[in-house]
């Protein structure tokens, strides 16, 4: 099984920079994936990672370390148009079908 | 478009009244998946398939069926919902399940059971 753990809720300014970070617990990973919701909308992909490390994106990087079971999302110049839940999930090792998402941190910016 | 729907998007319904909701893709994606997204818990998988007549359980399948008769489409079958199933369900698709594929969702289903 797995056990994903985000924040609950974060809130920070426009323009400024948050980390929101991802801890899981899995009897096996095989990648980890970060997506986007906003309120009453479907997720949107934003990133990847299967190896440690950081994955840029434009205003959005990624980070993991498969040793500490540990995964950071940073959004950087964040805009009001980033309040937003964001969602960690990890896919499993033995079964690729198979995913797990965390609760999701809901990201409340403000002017 | 490149798409993935469902419908309906909102459905209230009573105890032991047999539903489908129907989830369509147009992207010719070989993945389909099946989620319910409960505050608190998150998008649990209830069920996927990877690829027609290939279904499989995911981690929440008690109380629904699925099936994939064409690759397009992946309905999710309550045959007799319980108040426990009301939840925001959304179908999601992906062009095969490899490392580096991403899932594309749906809009959601917001379901009601009474």
């Known amino acids: 099984g797995q056990n994903i753990d985000q924040p609950t809720e974060m809130t920070a300014t426009e323009g400024a920079i948050v980390q929101i970070n991802c801890t899981y617990q899995t009897s096996g990973f095989n990648g980890l994936f970060w997506y986007q919701q906003h309120a009453g909308e479907a997720p949107t992909f934003l990133s990847y990672?299967?190896?440690?490390g950081l994955e840029e994106k434009g205003r959005f990087s990624s980070f993991l370390s498969r040793s500490k079971g540990y995964s950071y999302l940073l959004l950087k110049e964040l805009q009001m148009k980033d309040s937003a839940s964001y969602l960690c999930?990890?896919?499993?090792?033995?079964?690729?079908?198979?995913?797990?998402f965390g609760s999701g941190t809901k990201l409340n910016v403000k002017p | 478009e490149a798409q993935v729907t469902q419908n309906p998007r909102y459905l209230i319904t009573v105890t032991g009244k047999k539903l489908t909701v129907t989830c369509s893709q147009n992207?010719?994606?070989?993945?389909m998946s099946w989620y319910r997204q409960d505050p608190g818990l998150g998008l649990r998988q209830i069920y996927y398939?990877?690829?027609?007549?290939?279904?499989d359980k995911g981690d929440v399948p008690e109380g629904y069926k699925v099936s994939r008769k064409e690759k397009r489409n992946f309905p999710l079958i309550l045959e007799s919902p319980s108040p426990n199933q009301t939840s925001l369900y959304f179908c999601?698709?992906?062009?095969?399940?490899?490392?580096?594929?991403?899932?594309?969702f749906g809009p959601g289903t917001r379901l009601t059971v009474l």
């Open positions: 999601a698709s992906s062009f095969s399940v490899t490392r580096t594929d991403t899932q594309y």
């Open positions: 992207m010719n994606h070989e993945y």
């Open positions: 398939s990877m690829n027609v007549e290939v279904t």
């Open positions: 999930a990890v896919r499993d090792l033995d079964n690729f079908n198979k995913f797990y």
């Open positions: 990672n299967v190896l440690d």
